[in-house]
C-alpha cells in the first residue's frame, strides 16, 4: 500500500521541492515551487515538455524568444527543447507545480540569446 509523501519532506532548494519520481516508483518528476516577485530561474531546456500549472500568482515565460503571461488557474506547456525561462510578476507570491513526464529530470542552462 502507497504511503503519503509530505511536501516538505522532499529534498528543496530555497525556492522549490523536487520530487524525482525514480526515488518514489514513479514514472514522472515535478517541482512544487514559490518565487516572490522578480524571481525566476536562468534560461533553460529540457529534451521534454515541461507543463506549468500556476495556482496563485502571476508569471511571464520567455519561450524561445516569445513572451507569454499566465496567472493562477491555467496552465502553459512548454515544447520539448524549448529555451525558456520565467519571472514572478504582480505583487503576490506565485506558486506553481511543474511537471516534467519522466522519472528523473533533466536541465540544461543556456547563455540568453541577445535581443
Given at each position: 500500500?502507497?504511503?503519503?509523501?509530505?511536501i516538505?519532506d522532499?529534498p528543496s532548494?530555497?525556492?522549490?521541492?523536487r520530487?524525482?519520481?525514480?526515488?518514489?516508483g514513479?514514472?514522472?518528476?515535478f517541482f512544487?515551487?514559490?518565487f516572490?516577485p522578480?524571481?525566476?530561474?536562468?534560461?533553460?531546456?529540457?529534451?521534454?515538455e515541461?507543463?506549468f500549472?500556476?495556482q496563485?500568482?502571476?508569471?511571464?515565460?520567455?519561450v524561445d524568444?516569445?513572451?507569454?503571461?499566465?496567472?493562477?488557474g491555467e496552465i502553459?506547456?512548454?515544447?520539448?527543447?524549448?529555451?525558456?525561462?520565467?519571472?514572478?510578476t504582480?505583487?503576490?507570491?506565485?506558486?506553481?507545480?511543474s511537471i516534467?513526464?519522466?522519472?528523473?529530470m533533466?536541465?540544461?542552462?543556456?547563455e540568453?540569446?541577445?535581443g
Amino acid at each position: 500500500m502507497p504511503e503519503p509523501i509530505r511536501i516538505a519532506d522532499l529534498p528543496s532548494a530555497p525556492v522549490a521541492a523536487r520530487f524525482e519520481g525514480k526515488d518514489h516508483g514513479a514514472g514522472v518528476s515535478f517541482f512544487v515551487a514559490e518565487f516572490r516577485p522578480g524571481g525566476g530561474p536562468k534560461p533553460h531546456r529540457h529534451p521534454y515538455e515541461e507543463t506549468f500549472v500556476v495556482q496563485e500568482g502571476s508569471v511571464t515565460f520567455e519561450v524561445d524568444g516569445a513572451r507569454l503571461d499566465a496567472h493562477a488557474g491555467e496552465i502553459v506547456v512548454v515544447p520539448a527543447g524549448a529555451v525558456h525561462r520565467f519571472t514572478a510578476t504582480g505583487e503576490g507570491t506565485l506558486r506553481f507545480v511543474s511537471i516534467h513526464p519522466v522519472p528523473a529530470m533533466e536541465q540544461e542552462f543556456v547563455e540568453p540569446q541577445p535581443g
